[in-house]
Each structure stands twice: as structure tokens, then as C-alpha cells.
Nanobody
Framework: QVQLVESGGGLVQAGGSLRLSCAAS????????MAWFRQAPGKEREFVAG????????FYSDSVKGRFTISRDNAKNTVYLQMNSLKPEDTAVYYC?????????????????WGQGTQVSVSS
């Protein structure tokens, strides 16, 4: 069982930055592939970024590539999402998710555990 708790969301102006964190419980964090998803009002949940168990492999959606960076610290049981050059269309609730490999990173149905989400709002 893994419990995930996101933090770091908030309100920021377009062009600004935020860093999201997702803290995981348990001693087996390093065995999980991790990802960030987001869901805007009236839209389906979408994949944002994913990272392999030891952090060597990362994946991004085209909409955030070059602006967002996913990373993890297995010693701290935490995965991060650094978001730069934020746009109003990045406004959403952001969720972290965990899955034992093999993982189809972009498919939300793959993941076994989800956090409660953190709101990110970007004003124009």
C-alpha cells in the first residue's frame, strides 16, 4: 500500500513558476514508477510527466515539454514537478500517481495509487 500526498500548488501569474511535491509513504518507493497527471474543469485527466524508478528515464507530454521537469529523490520518498513558464492553460488539479512496472506511463488506468490532488491556477 502506498499513500501519496501532493503539495505546492497555488495561484501564480502567467510566466511564473511553481514546484509541486508528492510525498509517498512506505519503504518501497523506489520500486514504483511515478507520474503527474492533471485535470482541468470540464476536461479529461491527462498525462503530464513520468519518471522511472531510479530517475534515469523521464517522459513528458508535448504540451509541457521544455517547461516542466519531473524528478525524484528516493531517499526522501518524494517526486517533484518543477513548472516554469506557466500558462493559463496549465490551470488544473495536479495529481501524482504510482505504479509497479511495467508501466504504460501515459495511461491513467495503469496506475495503482493516486494522491488527492493539488490545485494550480495560472492567471493571465
Amino acid at each position: 500500500q502506498v499513500q501519496l500526498v501532493e503539495s505546492g500548488g497555488g495561484l501564480v501569474q502567467a510566466g511564473g513558476s511553481l514546484r509541486l511535491s508528492c510525498a509517498a509513504s512506505g519503504r518501497t518507493f523506489s520500486t514504483y514508477n511515478m507520474a503527474w497527471f492533471r485535470q482541468a474543469p470540464g476536461k479529461e485527466r491527462e498525462f503530464v510527466a513520468g519518471i522511472g524508478r531510479i530517475g534515469m528515464s523521464t517522459f513528458y507530454s508535448d504540451s509541457v515539454k521544455g517547461r516542466f521537469t519531473i524528478s525524484r529523490d528516493n531517499a526522501k520518498n518524494t517526486v517533484y514537478l518543477q513548472m516554469n513558464s506557466l500558462k493559463p492553460e496549465d490551470t488544473a488539479v495536479y495529481y501524482c500517481a504510482a505504479d509497479l512496472p511495467p508501466t504504460s506511463f501515459v495511461s491513467g488506468a495503469t496506475y495503482d495509487y493516486w494522491g488527492q490532488g493539488t490545485q494550480v491556477s495560472v492567471s493571465s
